[in-house]
């Protein structure tokens, strides 16, 4: 059963985030994206943190709409509509993605991406352990500070099964990503957020064998390799844009 998870964000805060870097393990953020080349990504698995909450299938009586933002305030209206779930991760009655897509990673008027954490890579996108796990896992200490990756709005901010206290951003690029496992949560739902905005502090909280973010990235609700987007060897966007095609998910 292929699990799944979301996206993260993340904006200003640059005194808040000088500060919270200082104090913490977690080195890096706020790289800006940079034009490289795609690599080639070797992936290796292994044990560790469960995957997932089954993501609930949906209806709309499951849905809930927020209550404090008009609907066309929702970031990426053009992919997703007025849909806009503060319950699950991933709603099962949405359309999934199909064809190929290219966004643009620096839309213009929003923030550089900056990265949630920057760490060892503990566990990567993939098949694991007869399951598929939707995410990356980066190493930090409990509450290091977990940045938001782009511009967008929190769609979900709570205690959830597996992923323990979790967040998902919308992004006005169009991808939602998604940080789990956290100690602490620092943003409210439907609230906005700029790339380098401290989403909350790490942890273990949730199916977590040890303090990590599990981090994901998502595109209408599918789980895509972080990597296609991220060199989380450099901390830096691998591009300004991100095609997305069937088989990326
Ligand atoms: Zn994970």
Not at 28 to 52: C, L, M, N
């Amino acid at each position: 059963m292929a699990l799944r998870f979301p996206k993260w964000s993340f904006g200003p805060a640059c005194l808040v985030l000088v500060s919270a870097l200082l104090l913490s393990g977690c080195k890096s953020s706020r790289k800006a994206a940079s034009s490289e080349p795609s690599e080639k990504i070797s992936v290796t698995f292994d044990a560790g943190d469960a995957s997932s909450s089954k993501s609930s299938s949906s209806s709309k009586s499951s849905k809930t709409t927020a209550s404090a933002t008009s609907s066309s305030g929702y970031p990426a209206r053009e992919y997703y509509g007025d849909r806009w779930n503060t319950e699950h991760v991933r709603i099962g009655s949405d359309p999934a993605p199909s064809g190929t897509v290219t966004l643009n990673l620096r839309p213009a008027g929003t923030s550089d991406f900056v990265m949630p954490c920057c760490g060892k890579i503990l566990s990567e996108f993939g098949p694991r352990n007869g399951r598929m796990h939707t995410g990356i896992d980066i190493k930090l200490e409990k509450e290091d500070p977990v940045y938001c990756a782009f511009d967008g709005m929190v769609r979900l901010a709570k205690d959830y099964g597996n992923y323990g206290k979790v967040v998902v951003v919308r992004h006005e690029n169009g991808l939602e990503t998604l940080y789990s496992h956290l100690n602490s949560i620092a943003v409210k739902l439907n609230q906005r957020v700029r790339a380098g905005d401290r989403i909350g502090g790490g942890g273990k909280t949730g199916n977590a064998q040890g303090e990590h973010l599990h981090f994901e990235t998502r595109f209408k609700g599918e789980p895509f390799n972080p990597r296609l987007a991220v060199d989380f060897e450099k901390c830096r966007l691998k591009s300004t844009t991100l095609t997305l095609h069937d088989n990326s998910y």
